[in-house]
């Protein structure tokens, strides 16, 4: 597709169960980043990843959190143990590092998860 | 770390007129800041960047000001419509690696 795709939009689930959230970002984009946005906030980094360098794993809130992104396309961040307090919108955004380059970052539309 | 400081509170003016909404922050000023839009339930949408040694860049109806001595920047719309009503991000980025965003400003423009 022309832009960046989450999926699901919407989870649900129960305290203590792992979840997965994936992100198909722009094709050719090498940059790649995780972002938090809790009601009413702004958005938290989580993880950034850059074509085949180590990623910046300093926003992750724990170690419950954990993010990977293969082959330079496709990334997966995993919550393990939900808790209540990862209720969110995760939203995932990626970016070309080119000429003239503004650092525009290309927002999907987010998954919103809920931790019952 | 860095703080980014945008009023939480909603902005509400009437069609036509200028909206300005501020973005304050607080550790070393950033190479970089970016305005970006966002709708409910839309992710973000980038706007406009601003780089340190510039004061102002303009495109079409927004203008936004840095302004490193007061570690301030303005974001304007004229000739505000209701199609602008939306929450407003500010973002803050040193080296592209990371970026900082303030908690948005809701701007309500009544027909």
Sequence with gaps: GAGVSQSPSNKVTEKGKDVELRCDPISGHTALYWYRQSLGQGLEFLIYFQGNSAPDKSGLPSDRFSAERTGGSVSTLTIQRTQQEDSAVYLCASSALAGGYTGELFFGEGSRLTVL | ?111
């Design chain 2, 1 to 111: 770390s860095q703080k980014i400081e945008q009023n939480s509170e909603a902005l509400n003016i009437q069609e036509g007129k200028t909206a300005t909404l501020t973005c304050n922050y607080t550790n070393y000023s950033p190479a970089y800041l970016q305005w970006y839009r966002q709708d409910p339930g839309r992710g973000p949408v980038f706007l406009l960047l601003i780089r340190e040694n510039e004061k102002e860049k303009r495109k079409e109806r927004l203008k936004v000001t840095f302004d490193t001595t007061l570690k301030q920047s303005l974001f304007h719309i004229t000739a505000s419509q209701p199609a602008d009503s939306a929450t407003y991000l500010c973002a803050l980025t040193y080296n592209f690696n990371k970026f900082y965003f303030g908690s948005g400003t809701k701007l309500n423009v009544k027909p």
